[in-house]
């Protein structure tokens, strides 16, 4: 039986590594060489972000666990990242406006954190703060940029806007895991994060002249394993080679 | 979609404070911004520097490769106006 520190830490681990593997799965699909070395650059970052989570929740766990069998040796119910990062990309628009809506939780969550009680969470959290201070600039402005671009650019981000709004209740949700976190540590109630990223969000949106969805039904359940249909494909993808050659390595 | 390329940028970056900036290539974007995120992403991933300038290649005015000779040239049989009859004191450096 996992501590609720360890399933703490290691669902900061999925959320980064699920999040990376859909933006990795865009590589060499971008338009622009420039954005496409941007693209990567962040994956990576979030990467190593699960890295450094994973590390941790191994260490915690003490059993002799890697970063690796956290990422590669585990089923689909035991990941327990946002279901808005495992939501599949159809293009760039959506890729930036998915970006948006979690950086913009994201970040400031990692900056309550980078002041929490618990040292290496608080260290992870603000090394992390920095990368994803530069994303958000950057995909922010792409926002911005397709929102109040031409009829088509506005037109296709308004469309990923509205299919992931109904993913963004959950990045708020606060259960028992969190709540002993808090108390334990001091880091931020989700649900306390929530007035915050609506007023960023909304003016980001007015800024890009988009609507903000009405108030909706809500997806939940990636935080207990519940995940939508493609997460399996996203699985079956990412750890298809330690799956059939167990323990390969170079 | 338009096929109208993006203006091209020229990037300078400083490696380090004190050192001044240099050329290091050239990327295009579609405004300001973007170039400086371009060159960023582009230029300085493997920690090459800590500051950028990005200029759009339009603004830069070159001398023309023709007039070369008569630009250059001149300069060249000037011995004399290069330092090298002086002797350096030890521990100077970067001249």
């Not at chain 1, 590390?55 to 002799?64: F, N, T």
């Not at chain 2, 371009?38 to 200029?55: I, N």
């Not at chain 2, 000779?69 to 450096?93: M, N, Q, S, W």
């Amino acid at each position: 039986m996992s501590t609720a520190l360890q399933t703490y830490v290691s669902r900061l681990g999925d959320n980064a590594l699920i999040l990376a593997q859909r933006m990795i799965e865009q590589v060499a699909a971008y338009p622009e060489l420039e954005e496409e070395l941007a693209n990567a650059n962040f994956a990576l970052d979030y990467l190593g972000q699960a890295r450094l989570f994973y590390s941790y929740a191994a260490e915690l766990e003490g059993e002799g666990r890697t970063e690796d069998d956290f990422a590669f040796l585990r089923g689909e119910r035991e990941f327990q990242n946002f279901l808005l990062l495992e939501q599949p990309v159809r293009h760039f628009g959506d890729a930036i406006v998915k970006s948006v809506l979690f950086e913009q939780y994201y970040l400031s969550l990692l900056e309550r954190l980078s002041a929490c009680g618990e040292p290496r969470v608080a260290e992870i959290a603000a090394r992390a703060a920095k990368e994803v201070t530069y994303h958000l600039r950057h995909n922010g402005q792409w926002l911005v940029r397709l929102g109040d671009g031409t009829e088509e650019s506005h037109s296709r981000v308004q469309d990923s806007v509205n299919s992931f709004w109904p993913f963004t209740g959950e990045l708020f949700e606060c259960d028992d895991v969190d709540r002993t976190f808090v108390d334990a540590h001091g880091g931020p109630n989700p649900a306390s994060l929530r007035d915050d990223w609506t007023t960023d969000i909304a003016a980001l949106l007015a800024d890009a002249t988009l609507a903000m969805p009405a108030d909706t039904w809500m997806a939940t359940g990636g935080k207990a394993g519940k995940h939508s249909e493609s997460f399996g494909y996203l699985l079956a993808e990412m750890q298809y080679l330690q799956r059939s050659h167990p323990g390969a390595a170079w | 979609m338009s096929n109208k390329e993006w203006p091209l940028y020229e990037v300078f970056i400083r490696s380090k404070a004190g050192l001044s900036h240099r050329h290091a290539g050239s990327i295009h974007a579609a405004d300001d911004q973007m170039a400086l995120d371009h060159a960023r992403d582009t230029y300085t991933r493997r920690q090459e520097g800590v500051s950028l300038w990005v200029v759009p290649s339009a603004a830069i005015i070159a001398s023309d490769p023709a007039e070369t000779a008569a630009l250059f040239e001149p300069a060249k049989d000037k011995i004399y106006r290069h330092p090298t009859f002086y002797e350096i004191p030890d521990g100077v450096e970067n001249l």
